[in-house]
Structure formats: C-alpha cells, structure tokens
C-alpha cells in the first residue's frame, strides 16, 4: 500500500478494529519513510449474483428489491423491519451457499413465501398474491386451504406440548 505522502511501499499496522458489524476491517498504518499515518479498508469481494427472470433476462441480484417487496406486503401488520431485515439476511445466505453465480428468480420467490409463512400468514397471501399473480379463484383457494392447514397444525402442536 503506497503511502499517500511519499510514495514509498512499505508501511507497518499500528492498529486494527472492525467495522460496519465486522463486514470490513479498517486499518490505521504508518509509512516507513516519513512515518505519515493514513487508513485502509479490507473488506470480502462479494462475488457477482445474477438472478435469471422468468423471461431469460438477467439482472444483478438485488437485497433492498425483496426488502421492498417483503415492506410492501406486510404493511400494518406487526412485522418489525428488522425481523424483515433478518428474513433477507437468510435468503441470500441461503441463495449464496447454494448457487455459484446465478439463481432463478422462482426460487428466490420460493424462499420468500418459506420464510414469511413462518413470520406472518397475512404478510405471506399478499406476498404471494402479488408474486404468483393468480390467474383464477381457484388457485387463491388452493392458496388459502394451504395456509388454514398450516395454521391448524401450528396451534394443534402448541396444544400437545401444553398437554
Ligand atoms: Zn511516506
């Protein structure tokens, strides 16, 4: 790293923290030559995602796009933004260990509907109203039977382990 004064190369640390919650490493150094102090930032090459559209069509995978979408269809509801925060934070961990460079965009949409499921039934029929673009009643219905089973068997397994 060339220092910013001089130009020499070498430098030695004189101190090192975390920041951004442990994302980057910031580095205070000194030059060897004229002893200036100057600071560099490591942080992880996050490597390229591209989400594939149900037209063929790519585009850069994007946290703050399902944020949005997730915000949108829990409006109201008491879903706080950080619970939303952390359903992100799980899909693309998810997304990332299990896909090298590219992911279709129906299992990001599947992710989705796993994950809000468990946070919030409500939030989770507008998610998937608006992702599955029903093309009839039926297949709301089909939608909403899933959904009451769900919720039967949620509450039937907090009865067992009350009994
Ligand atoms: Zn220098």
């Given amino acids: 790293m060339r220092c910013p004064k ?4 070498k430098s030695s640390v004189v101190d090192s923290r975390q920041a951004e919650e442990g994302n980057t490493i910031r580095r205070r150094r000194e030059c060897e030559n004229c002893h200036t102090r100057f600071t560099t930032f490591e942080r992880i090459e996050e490597l390229p995602l591209l989400v594939i559209k149900k037209d063929g069509t790519r585009e850069q995978f994007s946290r703050d796009k399902i944020f949005n979408g997730i915000i949108r269809s829990a409006q ?3 879903v706080s933004s950080s619970a939303i925060e952390k359903v992100v934070n799980d899909i693309e961990q998810k997304i990332r260990s299990d896909y090298d460079s590219e992911v279709s965009s129906v299992v990001i949409g599947n992710l989705v509907m ?3 499921a468990e946070l ?3 939030t989770y029929v507008r ?3 608006v992702y599955r ?9 089909a939608l909403l039977q899933q959904i009451t089973n769900r919720v039967r068997s949620k509450k039937k397994s907090t009865l067992d382990e009350t009994d």
């Fill in 120 to 122: 919030d039934e409500i």
């Fill in 133 to 141: 673009s029903f093309k009839d009643v039926d297949e709301i219905e």
């Fill in 114 to 116: 796993d994950e809000l």
């Fill in 76 to 78: 109201k509801r008491p």
């Fill in 127 to 129: 998610f998937a109203s």
């Fill in 6 to 9: 001089c130009n020499y190369l």
